[in-house]
Each structure stands twice: as structure tokens, then as C-alpha cells.
């Protein structure tokens, strides 16, 4: 069993940024990916980015420009900074492991961006 657990996110004006981090615990031995949702209200749970245990990272490209995902094998950490925050960015922000095939998943974080 993997745990997983989320901490960065709050409340921040258009323009701003935040950095999200998701710490692994549990057995984390080869955990294969790490990623980011997000789910806005009345929308489904989309993908963010994700980042293999070897370092290949993807980012979707709705937030490439603004948006940084990494990862720290060692510590079991992802994190996803995100600049340049925009209204639409507001979701709850979910972290995922994949570890032999089966998914884990975090609490959330709430992101809110608004004047």
C-alpha cells in the first residue's frame, strides 16, 4: 500500500503562484509514476502532468508554460509548481502514484485563484 499525501495548496490572486508537493509513504519501493489532477467543480478529473521514476516528465498543454512537475525518487516527492495562476486554474489538485500497475491516490489539495 502506498500513502499518499498533499500540502501547498491555498488561496492565491490571478498572476501568483504556488507549489504543490506530494510525499509518498507506505511501501514505495518502485513506484513507476508520479502525477497531478485536477478537478474543477462540474468537470471531470483531468491529468496535470506526470513524471517517471526514471525523470521523463510530461505536462499537458493547456499549462506547460506556466506549470512544472518534478520529481525526487529519493524523498518520494512530486511537486508541481504552478506561476501565473489564472481563474481556471481553481480545482482540487489530486496526486496519483502508479506502482505495478495499481493506482493510489491522494486527499486533494484545494487551489483557488481569485481577486
Known amino acids: 500500500q502506498v500513502q499518499l499525501v498533499e500540502s501547498g495548496g491555498g488561496r492565491v490572486q490571478p498572476g501568483g503562484s504556488l507549489r504543490l508537493s506530494c510525499e509518498a509513504s507506505g511501501n514505495t519501493y518502485n513506484i513507476a509514476i508520479m502525477g497531478w489532477y485536477r478537478q474543477a467543480p462540474n468537470k471531470t478529473r483531468e491529468l496535470v502532468g506526470s513524471v517517471s521514476y526514471g525523470g521523463s516528465f510530461h505536462v499537458v498543454d493547456s499549462v506547460k508554460d506556466r506549470f512544472t512537475i518534478s520529481r525526487d525518487v529519493g524523498k518520494n516527492t512530486v511537486l508541481l509548481q504552478m506561476n501565473n495562476l489564472k481563474p481556471e486554474d481553481t480545482a482540487v489538485y489530486y496526486c496519483?502514484?502508479?506502482?505495478?500497475?495499481?493506482?493510489?491516490w491522494g486527499q486533494g489539495t484545494q487551489v483557488t485563484v481569485s481577486s
Open positions: 496519483k502514484a502508479t506502482q505495478y500497475q495499481q493506482d493510489y
